[in-house]
């Protein structure tokens, strides 16, 4: 059984930054691309950001793109989301996630293995 732990999640000023961080355990870390999705209240869930097994593909959503950094540490099985100049409409639980590949993240809808169970960002503006 593969489990994801969010952490890192809280309260910042808009135009502050945030970094969250996600501790695999259960299988083989490297196995997987990982990914981090968000769910702002009362709409459906959406991909932010994903990375692959081994690091060497990286693709974000455009509503984050240039703003937040997803990097990955196969040695310590953990994948950390950097994000900033955060704004109001940045406000969602974030979601840690695995799949085989990034492309599953973008699928519609995505194709994803594992979740986490989430950590709130909350961008106060």
């Known amino acids: 059984q593969v489990q994801l732990e969010e952490s890192g999640g809280g309260l910042v000023q808009a135009g502050g930054s945030l970094s969250l961080s996600c501790t695999v355990s259960?299988?083989?870390?490297?196995?997987?691309?990982m990914g981090w999705f968000r769910q702002a209240p009362g709409k459906e869930r959406k991909f932010a950001a994903g990375?692959?097994?081994?690091?060497?593909?990286?693709y974000y959503a455009d509503s984050v793109e240039g703003r937040f950094t997803i990097s990955r540490d196969n040695a310590e099985n953990t994948v950390n989301l950097q994000m900033s100049s955060l704004n109001p409409e940045d406000t969602a639980v974030y979601y840690c996630a695995a799949a085989p590949t990034t492309s599953d993240f973008r699928s519609s809808p995505p194709r994803v293995m594992f979740w986490g169970k989430g950590t709130l960002v909350t961008v106060s503006g």
């Open positions: 259960g299988r083989p870390f490297r196995t997987y691309a």
């Open positions: 990375i692959s097994n081994n690091g060497g593909a990286i």
